[in-house]
Structures are given as C-alpha cells and as structure tokens.
Nanobody
Framework: QVQLVESGGGLVQPGGSLRLSCAAS????????MGWYRQAPGKERELVAE???????NYVDSVKGRFTISRDNAKNRVYLQMNSLKPEDTAVYYC?????????????WGQGTQVTVSS
C-alpha cells in the first residue's frame, strides 16, 4: 500500500518554530486529502490541519494563525509549518494521507514524530 515517513519533530522553546514533513510512497494512483493530527499524553488524537487535493485547508481553532499546512503534489509530500509554538502544542504529531490505489481508496498513518515545546 502506502508508506508514510515523517520528519522534523524535536525540542523547541516557547515562541519557536518547527517544520514537519511527511513523504508518501507506494502504489499510489492519486493522493486525496492530507492532514496532520496530534496526540498529547492522556488525550485523544485530534485533527490539527488538513488540506484537500485542490488546496483547501482547515485548521483546529487553537492553531489558526500560527500553523500552516501545505503540500507538494509532485513529491507526494505534506508539510506543517508551526510558528509561535506553545507548551500546549507538545504532542506526538501524525500525518494522515487518503489515497486511491488499484483496489480503491484507503488511508495510512505516519509513525509519529514528537514535538516538545519547553523552556
């Protein structure tokens, strides 16, 4: 199917920035929606941002104005630029990709990348 490889997490001070990247590979006919989710300790996984194949975006209220999702369709990649990071942004971030392959449509999750915002 489709494999997703994430990169870009790490430790950053409050107010800092990080850029997450997720690359999709495999037997893909087309990639549809792409998104980033996060899960903090003791909390449920939540949608952070998503982008459609046409470029429309959606963000959770808590990151609006600070995070930007983008995609490179030629490289099958999705990015999350995170600015003005806050301690409450600390979580494991997962990319999610919906795709079409020869058997139909499905989705895959990345392995997760840790983002820690702390002084």
């Amino acid at each position: 199917q489709v494999q997703l490889v994430e990169s870009g997490g790490g430790l950053v001070q409050p107010g800092g920035s990080l850029r997450l990247s997720c690359a999709a590979s495999g037997n893909i006919i087309s990639i549809n929606d792409m998104g980033w989710y996060r899960q903090a300790p003791g909390k449920e996984r939540e949608l952070v941002a998503e982008i459609t194949s046409g470029g429309s975006t959606n963000y959770v209220d808590s990151v609006k104005g600070r995070f930007t999702i983008s995609r490179d369709n030629a490289k099958n990649r999705v990015y999350l630029q995170m600015n003005s990071l806050k301690p409450e942004d600390t979580a494991v971030y997962y990319c999610n990709v919906k795709f079409t392959y020869y058997r139909g449509s499905d989705f895959s999750w990345g392995q997760g990348t840790q983002v820690t915002v702390s002084s």
